[in-house]
Each structure stands twice: as C-alpha cells, then as structure tokens.
C-alpha cells in the first residue's frame, strides 16, 4: 500500500508557476513509476506526465511539453510537478499516481496507476 498526499496548488495569473509536490508513504516509493493526471469540471480525468522509478526517463502530453517538468527525490519519497507558463486550460484538479508496471515506458492510462493522491486544485485565471 502507497499513500500519497499532494500540496502545492493554488490560484496564479495566466503564464505563472506553480510547483506541485506528491509525498509518498507506506511500501518503497522507488520502486514505483510515478505519473501526475489532472481532471477539468466534467472532463475525463487525463494523463499528464510520468517518471520512470529511476528517473531515467520521463514523458508528456503533448499540451503540457516543454512548460512542465516532473522530477523525484526518492530519497525523499517526492515527486515534483514544475508548472510554468500556466495557462487558463490547465486549470483542474491534479492527483499524482503510482504505478508497479515497471517493464514498460511511458505509462500513460490510468487503469495502469495502482495508488491514487487526492488531488490539489490549479486554477489560472486569465
């Protein structure tokens, strides 16, 4: 069992930054593929990022590449989601995930994320 907490949200003007950070606990946080997912007033909830458990690899939606960063500290038990030229469409709700299908990359679906976060909300305003 994972039990993840995430923190970091908040409300920022279009083209801010925000750092969103997951803390895991309970089995080896390292061991796990970390994904981050956001889900809009009633949209589906989607895929955003993941990093390989060794933080070897990472990949993103197309919509998010080159403005967002995920990165981990396994010695901390951390993954971090560095959100920079905010925009109003990535306005949602953010839940990190963890995933045990180390064998493959990148793991995009959710039904493939074992252990789910709450969620904290980012909300850009135009």
């Known amino acids: 069992q994972v039990h993840l907490v995430e923190s970091g949200g908040g409300l920022v003007q279009t083209g801010g930054s925000l750092r969103l950070s997951c803390v895991g606990s309970g089995r080896t946080f390292s061991g796990y593929v970390m994904g981050w997912f956001r889900q809009a007033p009633g949209k589906e909830r989607e895929f955003v990022t993941t990093i390989y458990w060794n933080s070897g690899s990472t990949y993103y939606t197309d919509s998010v590449e080159g403005r967002f960063t995920i990165s981990r500290d396994n010695a901390k038990n951390t993954v971090y989601l560095q959100m920079n030229s905010l925009k109003p469409e990535d306005t949602a709700v953010y839940y990190c995930?963890?995933?045990?299908?180390?064998?493959?990359?990148?793991?995009?679906?959710?039904?493939?994320?074992?252990?789910w976060g709450q969620g904290t909300q980012v909300t850009v305003s135009s």
């Open positions: 995930a963890a995933s045990r299908y180390r064998n493959i990359f990148p793991v995009t679906g959710k039904s493939a994320y074992d252990y």
